[in-house]
């Protein structure tokens, strides 16, 4: 494809085109060009594009480190996020830096690959191009990492008072609200506004859920007790809120109910079996049943991206693409998908489940594929799912842990929980950063990113 092609993909208004460089304001990750350009120019080798720079992306990308391409990481953000720790970014225990790296700067070793910072709208299969707000480009394979989002099972109206946490503005805002919260109750002469502000209900009861909960007991108890002259943190009322009928479903029972123990003893309200009617500006309903709260937080769901709607693939109920076993698409040869965004199922035909080794797994597979069809190699036909546990901590000195047979609790499942998580961290200052604050956490009760922004 010449340069001519790619330039009359790129979209952008008569008032774009003829504003020029004072008259376009200021820049933000969709404003257009003044004048339409090629994002990417022609290639001499095969162009993998990678859209998203998730775990699965990233690992995608690795795998192809050595093999005779070119490697176009697409991403809407300038950053690798490390999901599983944005609770603690939302709960002031870390800063968003120490979970969150520039892409360029963790793949500016692989001499292959390419940054392209833009948001993805479409695909056109057949001229094979990957279209994005700011331009289109051509590939030779794709490899969908697009993750997913928030499902608020068709309410999505409740989006705009329980916020969910997928990325790092969630994180903010929803540290943002929660310190504001106390501040505002330090503040009011009102009894009943004061209980308000400060009720806190997590909706949902997975490992997310859990997580959120217990932190912000922990907030309240212990990090703020002696912040405030007028309140008392320790009043602080937490509700965890599970429409199934226990915590951390996909967990052994035990485990869950030593969770469930764990945050009643931390001082949160857990109600399972209890399904949410409604949210809003005020507080949620369950039922009849009415909890006045200042702050919602969503955990309950995820729906995939619309990734099956660019190649109008087939998909389940959550909007996750069915992959064939080698996670190829339909009868796209050239066409992956891997992460949160697909439904693939395990050897015992169980659902792979939405967590970073599986994604990291599909993503290598992908790379590996890819390379070996590029060398004239057979490729392996059939993506093998091995499961690696399933961790989650309920706060200070408490974690359930299930890694094969083997099981952890309390204080040593806690520790096993934070050594893994420092493990997967990319780069040694962010491992030996977010082990000294969580050391000094332990040791002090304080949490020392409590910024309001």
Same mark, same amino acid.
């Given at each position: 494809?010449?340069?001519?092609?790619?330039?009359?993909?790129?979209?952008?208004?008569?008032?774009?085109?003829?504003?020029?460089?004072?008259?376009?304001?200021?820049?933000?990750?969709?404003?257009?060009?003044?004048?339409?350009?090629?994002?990417?120019?022609?290639?001499?080798?095969?162009?993998?594009?990678?859209?998203?720079?998730?775990?699965?992306?990233?690992?995608?990308?690795?795998?192809?480190?050595?093999?005779?391409?070119?490697?176009?990481?697409?991403?809407?953000?300038?950053?690798?996020?490390?999901?599983?720790?944005?609770?603690?970014?939302?709960?002031?225990?870390?800063?968003?830096?120490?979970?969150?790296?520039?892409?360029?700067?963790?793949?500016?070793?692989?001499?292959?690959?390419?940054?392209?910072?833009?948001?993805?709208?479409?695909?056109?299969?057949?001229?094979?191009?990957?279209?994005?707000?700011?331009?289109?480009?051509?590939?030779?394979?794709?490899?969908?990492?697009?993750?997913?989002?928030?499902?608020?099972?068709?309410?999505?109206?409740?989006?705009?008072?329980?916020?969910?946490?997928?990325?790092?503005?969630?994180?903010?805002?929803?540290?943002?609200?929660?310190?504001?919260?106390?501040?505002? &109750?330090?503040?009011?002469?009102?009894?009943?506004?004061?209980?308000?502000?400060?009720?806190?209900?997590?909706?949902?009861?997975?490992?997310?859920?859990?997580?959120?909960?217990?932190?912000?007991?922990?907030?309240?108890?212990?990090?703020?007790?002696?912040?405030?002259?007028?309140?008392?943190?320790?009043?602080?009322?937490?509700? $965890?809120?599970?429409?199934?009928?226990?915590?951390?479903?996909?967990?052994?029972?035990?485990?869950?109910?030593?969770?469930?123990?764990?945050?009643?003893?931390?001082?949160?309200?857990?109600?399972?079996?209890?399904?949410?009617?409604?949210?809003?500006?005020?507080?949620?309903?369950?039922?009849?049943?009415?909890?006045?709260?200042?702050?919602?937080?969503?955990?309950?769901?995820?729906?995939?991206?619309?990734?099956?709607?660019?190649?109008?693939?087939?998909?389940?109920?959550?909007?996750?693409?069915?992959?064939?076993?080698?996670?190829?698409?339909?009868?796209?040869?050239?066409?992956?998908?891997?992460?949160?965004?697909?439904?693939?199922?395990?050897?015992?035909?169980?659902?792979?489940?939405?967590?970073?080794?599986?994604?990291?797994?599909?993503?290598?597979?992908?790379?590996?594929?890819?390379?070996?069809? $590029?060398?004239?190699?057979?490729?392996?036909?059939?993506?093998?799912?091995?499961?690696?546990?399933? $961790?989650?901590?309920?706060?200070?000195? &408490?974690?359930?842990?299930?890694?094969?047979?083997?099981?952890?609790?309390?204080?040593?499942?806690?520790?096993?929980?934070?050594?893994?998580?420092?493990?997967? $961290?990319?780069?040694?200052?962010?491992?030996?950063?977010?082990?000294?604050?969580?050391?000094?956490?332990?040791?002090?009760?304080?949490?020392?990113?409590?910024?309001?922004?």
């Amino acid at each position: 494809m010449d340069a001519n092609q790619v330039a009359a993909e790129t979209p952008g208004s008569a008032e774009s085109k003829s504003a020029g460089p004072e008259g376009m304001g200021m820049l933000t990750p969709d404003t257009p060009f003044p004048t339409p350009e090629p994002l990417l120019g022609a290639s001499d080798r095969p162009r993998v594009v990678i859209i998203g720079a998730g775990f699965g992306g990233l690992e995608a990308a690795n795998a192809l480190a050595r093999a005779p391409v070119e490697v176009v990481i697409v991403d809407q953000h300038n950053h690798h996020c490390f999901q599983p720790l944005l609770y603690q970014v939302a709960t002031a225990a870390l800063a968003s830096a120490d979970i969150a790296w520039p892409i360029r700067s963790i793949v500016h070793n692989q001499q292959n690959a390419r940054v392209v910072m833009a948001r993805v709208v479409g695909i056109d299969k057949e001229r094979k191009l990957v279209k994005t707000v700011l331009g289109s480009f051509s590939y030779d394979f794709l490899v969908l990492a697009t993750g997913a989002t928030h499902s608020y099972f068709g309410h999505e109206e409740w989006s705009a008072f329980a916020p969910g946490l997928k990325q790092l503005a969630d994180a903010t805002k929803i540290r943002t609200q929660i310190l504001l919260a106390f501040e505002r &109750a330090e503040l009011t002469q009102n009894d009943e506004e004061r209980r308000r502000l400060m009720t806190f209900v997590v909706i949902g009861g997975g490992p997310t859920g859990v997580e959120m909960a217990g932190a912000i007991a922990e907030v309240a108890r212990q990090t703020l007790r002696s912040d405030f002259r007028r309140i008392d943190p320790e009043l602080a009322r937490t509700v $965890l809120i599970e429409a199934g009928p226990r915590l951390l479903a996909s967990f052994p029972d035990n485990l869950s109910r030593y969770a469930a123990a764990a945050l009643k003893w931390k001082g949160v309200d857990v109600r399972t079996g209890t399904r949410v009617t409604n949210c809003d500006a005020s507080g949620v309903s369950i039922g009849d049943q009415r909890i006045e709260a200042a702050t919602l937080i969503w955990a309950a769901g995820v729906i995939a991206s619309p990734a099956a709607e660019w190649l109008g693939a087939s998909h389940d109920h959550a909007g996750r693409i069915l992959v064939n076993p080698d996670l190829s698409v339909g009868d796209s040869a050239d066409i992956y998908a891997i992460g949160d965004t697909t439904a693939v199922k395990d050897a015992s035909g169980h659902p792979v489940p939405g967590v970073a080794p599986a994604a990291k797994q599909m993503g290598r597979y992908v790379g590996d594929r890819i390379a070996a069809k $590029l060398a004239g190699a057979t490729p392996p036909e059939t993506f093998i799912y091995r499961d690696l546990g399933d $961790l989650a901590t309920i706060g200070r000195k &408490a974690a359930v842990v299930r890694i094969g047979g083997m099981q952890l609790t309390g204080f040593v499942g806690w520790v096993f929980w934070s050594i893994v998580h420092i493990f997967f $961290l990319i780069g040694a200052r962010d491992r030996v950063v977010v082990a000294v604050n969580w050391a000094w956490n332990y040791l002090t009760f304080q949490r020392g990113a409590r910024l309001i922004t």
